[in-house]
């Protein structure tokens, strides 16, 4: 039984195979957002000029935590959806692609990570 929910949750992946993939994923998904962090207009009104990584993550928590829930069921279905084992570079890829991938469900508001939409009167 408790070999059969390890199974299902991790998708026949070992712990340590898991854990791997998830840890390159997160590497990408950190490269992404200091990419991102780098372009930010430290002048504008909605910014500290000093970067912040409280602000940062205070900014974008809905956003981050919507990310993190990607790469774990990206990762653990990636081999379901293209019948293939991934390896390290594709669990990195995942990563990369998974703030992309939530700004475009966030855009066609499948999900909401900005907020609250503005509601048409």
Do not use: E
């Not at 195979?17 to 200091?34: D, E, M, R, S």
């Not at 780098?38 to 000093?50: A, E, G, M, Y």
Request: overall charge positive; proline content about 1%; cysteine-free.
């Amino acid at each position: 039984m408790k070999k059969q929910v390890y199974t299902s949750i991790l998708g026949g992946y070992d712990l340590g195979t898991f854990i791997g993939f998830v840890f390159w994923a997160l590497v990408g998904a950190f490269i992404l957002v200091n990419i991102h962090a780098q372009t930010r207009d430290p002048l504008s009104s909605r910014t500290d000029i000093k970067f912040k990584w409280s602000t940062w993550l205070r900014d974008n928590i809905r956003r981050t935590a919507f990310n993190l829930t990607l790469i774990l069921v990206v990762v653990r279905f990636s081999q379901d959806l293209t019948g293939r084992a991934i390896s390290d570079f594709w669990a990195f890829v995942i990563g990369f692609s998974s703030d992309g991938l939530a700004l475009l469900l966030n855009k066609f508001r499948i999900v909401n990570l900005i907020g609250t939409f503005n509601k048409k009167a």
